[in-house]
């Protein structure tokens, strides 16, 4: 990150709720430790608390003492003192003349340009009540810039996702728009494209003649905790699938851009969502498989169902795995499967990419020994635990025992680069005040990926399904090896 100050006044939204106190205010308090924001910088706490300025910086002071990822806390009072805190009912326009005037009072004070961004850390529901109301009230007129980050969930199918953005964009133009994907945020997500396209060694392999199949996971240990009345609504397909997953998937396929810029990064995804293989209703079980986790044992520990979870349906539908069988039907990509599985309540927490590479044209080791086989050449890019990048290779057997043996070239992220950051979301804040849209879903991206899920969404919504259909602590349904076996593959477990 550069060390140049940004000029901005930042309104955060739902300052006080859980996520700007995990995440968000460690991040913008670790942006400002490293100078990224300075003397001419703001951030105003919106909420509907009656509370004071010295009442909000002692909860973010709260918050951000108790970050772990935090080496420091130096800085942390200077910080406190550009921290200010408007009450206002986000629903009502006439109670946004505080929030107006603060602003206004700031940038008498501080040299912030007349840039604002507006930060809504709130259910989507408020959205287009917040944005219209900052359009009423003239809060969006400034002689700076003005920029909008808004959480997902983006909708929750087509229809709704189109609807939100025609009201968000009476008040904000595309270009000022920031969908925020958190997982675009972490630093292995963004190394993917370093990987591809600063290394001759891979370019021209990224294709169906040389590689076999791409492998997705993204798993965690943990049920729903205390989000299951959100996760009600969501489930797996609309909470992972349709955004992070789909992202990633858009990453590897996408073809190399003209620049860097985001405009040309983000025209090759959308090629890549434009290009899934779109499936029909009768071909839903043939490329998906849905589960929701059953009681079992999680650390050690028993642990309940899904819908044994509180706030949950004791006949829920709502998957918490889902796996697919996905096609980029292009010239590079065809006929080379994309294998993505995702699901609580699984064995381990990981989320890694495995590329599997086809085999040597002709195997001239173990040809009197059928029960022998060259190891896979695998490139293996590990994105949460422990950050790294593998590449699988078969070498000879010193030993002597065999012909060959498998070796692992492997690069490990060093933790004192990781600790630069407190979280995904500082990497994403600072793009969104350095004007970088890269890492941010562009309307078109998120419209191409609910065009693709939303036929397998309505076809679950009326199928009921077994649940439960696979033990918390395991690797999910049996049937999401099927997806795999029935093309000779198997789910890589390294």
Not at 282 to 310: I, L, P
Not at 394 to 408: F, H, L, R, W
């Amino acid at each position: 990150m550069t060390t140049h100050p940004f000029k901005v006044s930042i309104a955060l939204f739902g300052a006080t709720g859980d996520l700007s106190r995990r995440k968000l205010l460690p991040s913008i308090f670790h942006l400002f430790q490293e100078g990224s924001l300075k003397d001419d910088f703001a951030l105003i706490a919106v909420g509907r608390r009656d509370i004071t300025d010295d009442d909000f910086r002692e909860i973010a002071r709260n918050a951000i003492s108790e970050n772990g990822k935090l080496e420091t806390l130096e800085g942390l009072d200077l910080f406190l003192t550009h921290v200010h805190y408007v009450r206002l009912s986000i629903t009502e326009s006439d109670t946004y003349s505080s929030l107006k005037n603060k602003f206004e009072d700031i940038e008498r004070t501080l040299d912030t340009g007349g840039n604002r961004l507006f930060y809504l850390a709130m259910p989507p529901q408020y959205f287009t009540d917040i944005t219209d109301n900052l359009r009423i009230s003239g809060i969006t007129e400034t002689e700076g810039s003005k920029k909008l980050i808004i959480e997902k969930p983006f909708g929750k199918d087509y229809d709704s996702a189109y609807k939100l953005n025609e009201e968000i964009s009476k008040s904000f133009q595309e270009h000022e728009i920031y969908r925020i994907d958190h997982y675009l945020g972490k630093e292995m997500v963004q190394n993917i494209e370093v990987i591809r396209f600063s290394n001759s060694l891979f370019e021209p392999l990224w294709n169906n003649h040389y590689i076999s199949n791409v492998q997705i996971t993204s798993s965690e240990s943990l049920g729903v905790l205390d989000r299951a009345e959100y996760y009600e609504r969501s489930g797996a397909v609309r909470d992972m699938f349709q955004n992070h997953m789909l992202q990633v998937v858009s990453l590897l396929g996408m073809e190399p851009p003209v620049s860097l810029n985001s405009n040309d990064i983000r025209e090759e995804k959308i090629k890549v969502l434009k290009s899934l293989r779109k499936v029909e209703a009768e071909d839903v079980r043939k490329y998906f498989v849905r589960g929701q986790y059953d009681e079992g044992t999680a650390d050690g520990e028993y642990v309940k169902s899904y819908r044994e979870e509180e706030n949950v349906s004791e006949n829920s539908n709502t998957p918490t795995f889902i796996a697919a069988r996905l096609f980029i039907d292009n010239f590079r990509w065809a006929g080379v499967p994309f294998y993505v599985r995702t699901g609580k309540r699984m064995k381990n927490k990981e989320t890694k990419i495995v590329v599997e590479f086809k085999e040597v044209p002709m195997n001239l080791y173990y040809q009197n020994e059928s029960d022998d086989r060259l190891a896979k050449n695998l490139l293996v890019i590990r994105i949460q635990p422990n950050e790294s990048i593998t590449l699988h290779l078969n070498v000879k057997d010193y030993a002597g025992e065999q012909d060959t043996k498998e070796i692992k070239l492997s690069y490990s992220v060093d933790p004192t680069d990781l600790a630069r950051t407190v979280d995904a979301y500082e990497n994403l804040i600072f793009d969104c005040l350095d004007g970088d849209a890269t890492n941010f879903t562009h309307y078109e991206e998120l419209m191409n990926a609910w065009s693709f899920v939303d036929p397998v969404n309505a076809v679950w919504e009326n199928d009921l399904a077994s649940f439960p259909n696979y033990r918390s602590g395991s690797n999910g349904p049996v049937k999401s090896s099927l997806l795999l076996s029935k093309d000779g593959f198997k789910w890589w477990d390294v």
